[in-house]
């Protein structure tokens, strides 16, 4: 008669191997910058949509990656002129994160914004700190997104930047980051005592420290 074993429950972290995780209560977990993504299409309309899966790839040549739902219409055009606008939005602009989040068709009639000569896309004036314009060097797609390398050509940068945030699904503003109070450093661990040498006489000397261990000292 055959043996049939009763099925097993798995332990916690070992998940059956066709199960697949859900990534986005974990990257909820970690707070990044807001940025709003723009570009305009071949009959110069305008086009966005709000982005925090944004990084820094390389210095030089200065390139940053974007990575963008790959049905997204803004990055067809993206891809179709190859250059946009990275627009980094301030502490209060809640509001225009969540307008480009959105889809309204409408959305660059309810914001401030102009095109500068050169510029990868619109500038939102009134809702951004900070503004890249880059050209797209490189597309990777993967899954249901795709990464977008981008060569920067220009930054323009406010003076007192105020960045605004967001993790576990919910905004925060820098403002309120920055005036925390500062950690307490760790409390120095107290000096060893110095250990007695003796003397070549075998008269006990003085206590000093050893000056073959240096004077290293560790600032935290």
């Keep these: 008669m055959p043996h049939r074993s009763a099925p097993r429950a798995l332990p916690p972290d070992q998940p059956e191997a066709d199960a697949v995780a859900d990534i986005r209560p974990f990257m909820a977990s970690f707070p990044t910058g807001v940025s709003v993504v723009t570009t305009l299409d071949a009959h110069s309309v305008p086009h966005g949509l709000t982005c925090s ?25 993206v891809l179709a002129q190859n250059s946009f606008a990275l627009n980094l939005l301030h502490e209060r602009a809640r509001a225009a994160s969540d307008l480009f989040a959105s889809g309204a068709p409408d959305r660059f009639e309810r914001v401030e914004w102009r095109l500068p000569l050169g ?6 004036t009134a809702d951004a700190h900070a503004v890249a314009d880059c ?38 503003v820098w403002s309120d980051a920055a005036a925390a109070a500062p950690p307490l450093a760790h409390p120095a661990a107290p000096a060893a005592p110095p250990l007695a040498r003796p003397a070549a006489s075998g008269i006990p000397g003085a206590l000093s420290p050893d000056p073959s261990e240096g004077g290293t000292r560790v600032s935290r």
């Design 53 to 77: 899966s944004v990084t820094s790839v390389a210095l030089r040549p200065p390139t940053v990656l974007v990575c963008v739902r790959t049905a997204s219409p803004t990055l067809a055009v």
């Design 119 to 124: 510029a990868g896309g619109p500038h939102l």
């Design 135 to 172: 050209a797209v060097v490189r597309t990777v797609r993967f899954g249901d997104h795709t990464a977008v390398f981008a060569e920067v050509r220009r930054v323009t940068v406010r003076e007192d930047p105020r960045p605004l945030l967001y993790g576990l699904r919910r905004y925060a």
